[in-house]
Structure formats: C-alpha cells, structure tokens
Antibody
Framework: QVQLQQSGPGLVKPSQTLSLTCVIS??????????WHWIRQSPSRGLEWLGR?????????DYALSVKSRITIDPDTSKNQFSLQLNSVTPEDTGLYYCARLRYSSGEVFDHWGQGTLVTVSS | DIQMTQSPSTLSASVGDRVTITCRTS??????LAWYQQKPGKAPNLLIY???SLESGVPSRFSGSGSGTEFTLTISSLQPDDFATYYCQQYNTYLYTFGQGTKLEIK
C-alpha cells in the first residue's frame, strides 16, 4: 500500500524559505511509471499544482509558472523521499500543502496523497 | 494554463437524489479529465479518470461523462457519505489545473 508522509514546519516568516519533505512507502521515488508532485490549497487559490519530479533514465522537474522562480523540488533516492523548497514566501503562500503521487497507468491522475501540512506565513 | 469552471459552486440535495456537477474547460482536452471528492480535513480522493472510468473501489453510483470542453459527474442516488466537495482536474498538459470545487450540502 502506497503511503506518503509529510513533515515540515507549519509557520514560516515572510521572505524566508518554506521547506517540506514527503517520505514514500510502498513505492519508489525512482518508479518509471509515476511522478511525485506538490500541490497546495487555499481559499483564495483553490487547488494549485506547484510542480513535479520524476525519473525516466534521468531526473526531470517541472514547475508551475506562478512559482517557477522560487521553487525547487528534489528527489532523495537514499531516503526514498522528495522535498519542496519555496523561497521568498509571502502571506499569499499560506495554505495547505500536499505531496501526491501521479500514476501514468489508467489515467494521468493523483491516486495517493500525503496528509497535508498547513503552512502559515506570518511574522 | 487551461482554466476550469465548475458549476454550481454549491448544491443542496437530499439523500436519494440524483445530482449532476458540470466542469467546463477553456480549451479542448479530449477526455483527459478526473474527478475527486474531498471531505473536511482530508486530501482529495480520486473517483473518476479519463472522464468516465470509475476508479477501483469507488461505488457505482458515481459516473462521469463528456469530452472536449464539457464534462459531468453524476451521483445516481445520494448517500449520507457523499456530502463533500468535488473537484475536476485536467491532465491534457502537465500544467495540471483544478476546478474551484462544488460543495454538496444536505438540504
């Protein structure tokens, strides 16, 4: 059974860096038939896709245009996890952050999600 | 990015009712659409993929249809467990986008 376990601080100061980690069990971050994503949710922006990392003989990452200049998603094969870093945060970055697995068999869909981390950007 | 518009934003219904939620996209996406259910304090849960394929383990009272730019999610006979918020999501491009959600409330 695939499980995603998130960790990271719930409070970040403006202009600092938001850092979250998603530990994978029951699958591999190097799975050639999946990709690993970060998605956030807020009342003002709804569900917003942030970016992904995936392995196809080499590592790839893609990011949403809205955060492209500030975001990094990194896989860590030694710990079977992946991380999110969002720099220069503002209160607009406050929200519930999810990691998720996207499968490519039977649709290109998010079939497993982490439990969510509520991140508040405030001084 | 492909814009997603769901309607209605809120829907009040009773147990046993048949309900339909609509999702429209700003450009054609063939049938690359999924539907999710989200309950308070939980992550979204996949219901339908490829517009009309039922995810394993999802009750058969849920069904999806549509292609191109207009899609629907139908619940044939509402059960108490179905009162939640529903989202559509397109995967025509990797710049995945979601609808703003439809909250299904008990009348």
């Amino acid at each position: 059974q695939v499980q995603l376990q998130q960790s990271g601080p719930g409070l970040v100061k403006p202009s600092q860096t938001l850092s979250l980690t998603c530990v994978i069990s029951g699958d591999s971050v190097s799975n050639n038939s999946a990709a690993w994503h970060w998605i956030r949710q807020s009342p003002s922006r709804g569900l917003e896709w942030l970016g992904r990392t995936y392995y196809r003989s080499k590592w790839y990452t893609d990011y949403a245009l809205s955060v492209k200049s500030r975001i990094t998603i990194d896989p860590d094969t030694s710990k079977n996890q992946f991380s999110l870093q969002l720099n220069s945060v503002t209160p607009e970055d406050t929200g519930l952050y999810y990691c998720a697995r996207l499968r490519y068999s039977s649709g290109e869909v998010f079939d497993h999600w982490g439990q969510g981390t509520l991140v508040t950007v405030s001084s | 990015d492909i814009q997603m518009t769901q309607s209605p934003s809120t829907l009040s219904a009773s147990v046993g009712d048949r309900v339909t939620i609509t999702c429209r996209t700003s450009q054609t996406i063939s049938n690359w659409l999924a539907w999710y259910q989200q309950k308070p304090g939980k992550a979204p849960n996949l219901l339908i993929y490829q517009a009309s394929s039922l995810e394993s383990g999802v009750p058969s009272r849920f069904s999806g249809s549509g292609s191109g730019t207009e899609f629907t999610l139908t619940i044939s006979s509402l059960q108490p467990d179905d009162f939640a918020t529903y989202y559509c999501q397109q995967y025509n491009t990797y710049l995945y986008t979601f609808g703003q959600g439809t909250k299904l409330e008990i009348k």
